[in-house]
């Protein structure tokens, strides 16, 4: 995260069974900045501009992944 989207850190979650219909394990890997309004589990929600803005993340973190 630091290094693909510029971020200062991450904040990582994970979450099982609790408030899902199908029980299963998932991680939330979640870039953080200064001032980026993070509280709890809960973090400012935007939209996308455009689907390609949306690939455009997605292409950056999976290139990274390699």
């Known amino acids: 995260m630091v290094d693909v989207l510029g971020a200062q850190g991450s904040w990582i979650a994970e979450n099982n069974v609790v408030s899902q219909a ?18 709890g589990f ?9 689907d390609e803005e949306a690939q455009s993340y ?8 390699g």
Do not use: E, Q
């Open 42 to 50: 809960f973090w400012p929600r935007t939209k996308y501009t455009a």
């Open 58 to 65: 997605a292409d950056r973190i999976a290139g990274a992944l």
């Open 22 to 39: 199908v029980p299963h394990v998932h991680v939330h890997v979640v870039p953080r900045t200064k001032g980026d309004g993070l509280r």
